[in-house]
């Protein structure tokens, strides 16, 4: 591209790219909400904080070591990776796909030690229930699954390549967004062990929130975990026809209240209520294209994506770039949250609920209610409990000043 | 192999007389008792002759001599059962059997080795378990439906030497086989010899070499094995087996087409030829690859070139009778197949575990997969058409300078 060219495709890019922003950005929390001056105190007790602090500061050191060796291990294989092009009498994508697979492979070897370490620490606090060598056969199993993924990226990729040469992106990044559509679509028909809820006033009450936040009713499903785990949770899935709820079942065997629950199910509906699945893919379409585009940037020196040489390298740039991307996407979910949040408030005039999930949630996955920041700008999908226990505590006071003005 | 310590010698002439072979298994019940009783006197002066090779680093002769004439016996008998041998054999392991075994026994052996030898055998006791379901023992019937490559041979054998007198070369020369590995690893065990079984198929020249054949596997693999791939090699099939499937149904549909028009005009049409002969050279790549018969990654599209390749004749004139009747006609070789398809699992798991230690592959274990594909392909040229030449299922054999003198 001659120059002007490519300021003018630079510019078309940020221009779209801030429309996007400007439309994806906003959400339902008042701009000027003034969270109320709690201290982690006032929603745990001492002895658990202590606990909690402990417990959670081992697996983050974890974490942080186990990226160092990601990068580090990748920066290796994208130096060296292509000699082991040698292994291999099929073509050039084939061999691309070859190097993937055995890039991950190395990667999947050195994590053994951090995903072990974590067995062991989470056992230690009655907070896992998987022994040592059914995670291992777990995470054995879940390699076939991320070679699967990796020859299919490839497959699209370096097909393209071999046809646009070093502007695949151009193909490839739409090629990606539609994969991720597919994938959010499908998604609720990838659960397993999945049923339709028993309880009655719990469908009730889906159906009620739904039309309260003006949307059309939502299936609820419980999924069945707790012969793996003991920690609650829920998620919304899918997108238009293919919306589901998902509650495990670990949040419904008695140590939240129905109160406590229903927060839970307003708070799934307003994921889909205010769009957040779709919202997502939108914050993937604005990374997926910056990030391919340098992708082909780098791969270049090694004769680009449409060489099996130049696998390692993508493989090491795609990797350095999502975390690099981390904490940006952690704000843009941060918020996500948040908004659901506030809108379950709104939805169950419940904040006493809410306060006492976000309270019993802490207690129950030995969360520290207010980690480092370092922590929560790297890892952090959620808001902090205390700042959710804080919101609930805001939205009380606005609707006492609401009632009684 | 001369330097094997059992060696094979067939003097059989195919000629078989129908009424014994009708009879076969309803003659040989003598046989069984007098086996049975060989069999306990074998076991319980093996546990002196390991006290005794423990301690002193000498087996005693004289049991040593009573363990080959059983190994000797125990070969007459499975050859006849199996119907690789036509006369009633002796009851004493004399030499001059039509199926025979020469067996140099060691008269020093380690004691290490022989301390752990049970141990060290297990794996050639699996492999014994496939190749011939345990070998000839007391319980032969036990034998006779425990399934292994001999017992799948005795069973078409005895169609096939009904109908036609004689026994097909092929199959005579695969139980043979099977014969000299059992007697390998008897020997092993039984602590006539130190050396460990070895699954190479190659039997020697007066076995009479297979006739020539328009499939043929050309190897040209130096068993050397990368240990990444070899650890991952399982995983790294997840890509090919995707495009495995789809290609195997239109594969499928293609055959279809090509068996009517190859009824009507008399040949196959030349692109469903070339597209089929792809197909199975593409299936004995990835075979090949999955089972450790040969180290790249293969391509995807059954082109040349692979250390593990096949040569397959052009189209050409094919009776319409036989091709009416194609598929029951494949049957039998299918069995045949199937069985020598535990074979090649044996090698991949065997080899599996061969080469992460040792980084190369076995020469039994590669030689002995690389039959049964060779078996496999041709009887896949033959059900999708490429030949109209039966399969051959007789192991190759050395040139025939080193027959014995
Ligand atoms: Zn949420």
Redesign the pocket.
């Known amino acids: 591209m001659r120059r002007a060219e490519r300021a003018a495709a630079l510019l078309a890019f940020a221009v779209g790219a801030g429309a996007a922003v400007w439309a994806l950005w906003p959400t339902d929390v008042p701009d000027d909400l003034e969270l109320p001056p709690l201290g982690q105190a006032d929603v745990a007790s001492a002895a658990h904080i202590r606990e909690a602090e402990r417990f959670e500061t081992f697996l983050r050191w974890d974490y942080v070591l186990a990226e160092v060796v990601v990068l580090l291990v990748l920066a290796l294989y994208a130096w060296r990776g292509h000699r082991l092009a040698r292994e291999s009498a099929a073509g050039r994508i084939g061999t691309g796909m070859l190097l993937g697979m055995l890039g991950l492979g190395i990667l999947w070897i050195t994590q053994i030690p951090f995903g072990l370490a974590e067995i062991w620490w989470a056992r230690r606090y009655d907070a896992a229930e998987v022994g040592y060598l059914e995670w291992l056969l777990g995470y054995w199993l879940g390699l076939a699954g991320q070679f699967g993924f990796i020859c299919l990226a490839l497959a699209i990729v370096m097909g393209f390549a071999q046809v646009l040469r070093d502007r695949w992106w151009v193909a490839g990044a739409p090629a990606f967004i539609a994969l991720y559509v597919v994938f959010a679509w499908s998604l609720p028909w990838l659960i397993p062990d999945d049923r339709p809820v028993d309880d009655p006033a719990l469908a009730a009450a889906a159906q009620r929130y739904a039309r309260e936040q003006g949307t059309d009713p939502i299936p609820v499903r419980i999924e069945d975990v707790s012969a793996y785990t003991d920690s609650p949770n829920a998620f919304a899935a899918g997108m238009d026809a293919s919306r589901k709820i998902f509650i495990w079942d670990t949040l419904l065997d008695g140590r939240f209240t129905d109160d406590e629950v229903h927060v839970v199910l307003a ?2 509906i307003a ?1 889909h209520s205010r769009e957040h699945i779709w919202k997502s893919v939108g914050w993937y379409a604005l990374f997926a294209v910056p990030g391919t585009f340098l992708i082909a940037l780098a791969t270049r020196r090694r004769g680009t994506l449409r060489e099996a040489q130049a696998v390692p390298v993508a493989l090491f740039v795609f990797v350095a770039l999502n975390l690099a991307a981390q904490p940006i996407l952690n704000v843009v979910g941060r918020r996500m ?1 948040a908004e ?1 949040d506030w809108v379950a408030l709104e939805t169950t005039d419940d904040p006493t609920a809410a306060r006492g999930l976000f309270e019993q949630f802490t207690v129950v996955a030995l969360a520290d209610p207010s980690p480092p920041r370092w922590s929560t700008l790297l890892f952090d999908t959620h808001p902090t409990m205390l700042d959710r226990v804080r919101m609930a505590e805001a939205w009380r006071e606005r609707s006492e000043g609401r009632s009684h003005p | 192999m001369s330097d094997r310590p059992v060696r094979l010698l067939v003097t059989d002439d195919l000629e078989r007389s129908r009424l014994t072979v009708f009879f076969r298994l309803l003659l040989a019940i003598p046989h069984f008792f007098w086996l049975g009783v060989w069999t306990f006197g074998a076991f319980f002066s093996a546990i002196a002759q390991w006290f005794v090779t423990v301690l002193r680093g000498r087996p005693v002769p004289r049991l040593h001599e009573f363990h080959i004439g059983y190994i000797r016996y125990a070969t007459h008998v499975g050859a006849y059962l199996a119907l690789a041998a036509n006369p009633f054999p002796g009851f004493l392991g004399a030499p001059g059997y039509p199926i025979d075994v020469e067996i140099a026994s060691a008269e020093r052996q380690g004691r290490l080795g022989a301390l752990l030898r049970l141990l060290l055998a297990l794996p050639a006791l699996f492999m014994l378990v496939l190749i011939s379901g345990g070998g000839p023992s007391g319980v032969g019937p036990y034998w006779v439906v425990s399934g292994g490559i001999v017992a799948a041979v005795a069973f078409l054998g005895w169609f096939a030497s009904l109908v036609r007198g004689c026994m097909p070369r092929g199959l005579r020369n695969l139980a043979a086989y099977g014969l000299r590995y059992t007697a390998e690893v008897y020997a092993y065990v039984l602590l006539v010899t130190p050396v460990y079984p070895s699954t190479d198929p190659r039997l020697p020249a007066h076995a009479g070499a297979p006739p020539s054949h328009p499939v043929r596997l050309d190897v040209v693999d130096d068993r050397r094995r990368s240990r990444l791939t070899t650890f991952f090699r399982f995983f790294l099939l997840v890509p090919h087996l995707v495009w495995f499937s789809f290609w195997g149904v239109l594969a499928l549909l293609i055959a279809v087409v090509q068996w009517f028009f190859t009824l009507v005009a008399g040949h196959p049409a030349s692109p469903l030829h070339r597209f089929l002969a792809a197909w199975v050279r593409y299936q004995t790549h990835l075979f090949a690859f999955g089972f450790l018969i040969a180290n790249p990654f293969p391509g995807f599209t059954g082109t040349p070139g692979y250390p593990v390749d096949l040569e397959l004749p052009p189209p050409g004139r094919q009776r319409r009778l036989v091709t009416l009747f194609r598929l029951p006609l494949a049957l039998p070789a299918f069995v045949v197949s199937g069985a020598l398809g535990w074979l090649l699992y044996a090698a991949g798991i065997g080899g599996w575990f061969a080469a992460l230690a040792l980084g190369r592959m076995p020469s039994g274990l590669r030689d002995a997969g690389a039959h049964a594909l060779r078996y496999s392909a041709q009887v896949n040229a033959y059900a999708l058409l490429l030949t109209e030449r039966y399969p051959f299922s007789g192991p190759p054999v050395e040139p025939s300078d080193d027959a014995p003198g």
């Open positions: 708070h799934e994921h949250e659901a």
